[in-house]
């Protein structure tokens, strides 16, 4: 089997490393920050993964013991070892920003230890047109030719966070090259973990922007939802049991409203095609309008607490149930959940939020949910997640503020309208 070197050990590269590993290649992975490197060597990791029901933590300590999976930070040394090299480090966007800065310098490290005969294949989520412009040349500065002396090519990374794995083998891969024998040994590098069909395009164009196009349109597709929802509301209908009976119409498919929209992939999507797109004198007013939409839930969701607050919001309590980017993750990257903790925060209230999957640290964290629930005013179900109750509501109601009368912003659709009124609280939804 060959050896691959992975750069990258987050949400898709550590998963992606150990599907390589579990199939039996020798697999070096590469990553920058030095206390998540230590936390694999150790056999340490917070990702909610598993494959047939073996947890991600058991086959990481299975593949390091076996010696086949070796994180690092040593990218010459990785490189020395691996003919097979795959880049699954982000393009991170802060305020609207892209920041090509791990992808280029990811290429450097490549560049100074490529071999002849390498093989590279990017899979991050790229600017249209990102690995033609920027990766090849820098690759190029190895002295080495893409095409004659290196093979590159790119592919798409479409996995969800807690089915990685599952995903790497099932969903279909989309593969460009920069020539056919690039092309051929990256889909049997692939093939290796992917048993779905690999689609070949004709350019990296090709793929950079299916890829983006993809995010976008579910960002759009929950956009509409979220507006679907306002009115809905308005009209005194629950947008949950509208989107369950428009969805027996065999050619729709809504998305079901939320939050929001977090976590690293949808979010930042836009900003991929919004540079090229002014360069290039193109208007992209629907998508720019969708982003805005989803970036207005968090807000709503705050006003739909601070309006049912019995005392003015420097004495209010609130507590917030799940606060990672969708249900059932660990991940918080742009979560919705804290943007709607901010407003609220900045309206002066005060927020205890409880979640028992999110690792990251917050002030407003707490370690329970009758920690979050005590004195409380009201309480926000912004997540759902394994250990987190939305039934039980009438041991809860003890545990509120004694003022006025209780209340839950249910944005998931999983308290039970006739328990929470039961139990004395008023339920708002989205
Ligand atoms: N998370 C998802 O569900 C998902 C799904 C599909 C595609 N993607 C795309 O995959 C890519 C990775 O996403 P992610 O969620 O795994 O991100 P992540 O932030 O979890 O992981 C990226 C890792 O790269 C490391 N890194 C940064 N610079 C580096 C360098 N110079 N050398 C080595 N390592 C470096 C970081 O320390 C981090 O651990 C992104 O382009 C993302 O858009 C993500």
Partial sequence: MPDVCVFGLGFVGLPLALSFAMRGCRVVGVDVDQALVAELQAGVTHHLESYQGTPIQEILRRE???GRFRPTTDAAAAMAACDNIIVTVGVPVEDGRHDLGPVLEVSRA???????????????TLIPGTTRRDVLPVLEQSGLKAGRDFFLAYSSERIAEGRAFHEFEHMPAALAGLDQASAERAAALLSIVTKAEITLASSFEVVEMAKVMENISRDVDIAMVNEFARFARAMGVDIFEVVRVANTHLR?????????????????????LLPRARELGVELELLTTARRVNDAVPSHVAGLALRNLPVPPAQARLAVLGIAMKDYSND?????????????QEAGCQVRAYDPAVPTPHPFKVGSLEEALSGAHGVLILALQEGLPTRGLAAWRPLMAADGTPFIVDTRNAVDRAECEAAGFRLETL
């Fill in 252 to 272: 729709v498919n809504l998305l079901t409203p939320g939050p929001g929209v977090g976590g690293y992939c949808l979010p930042n999507a836009l900003f991929y």
């Fill in 332 to 344: 918080d990257r742009v979560s919705p959940a804290l943007a709607a903790i901010r407003v609220l």
């Fill in 64 to 66: 390091l013991a076996a």
């Fill in 110 to 124: 490549i560049a100074a230890g490529l071999k002849p005969g390498d093989l590279v294949i990017v899979r991050s």
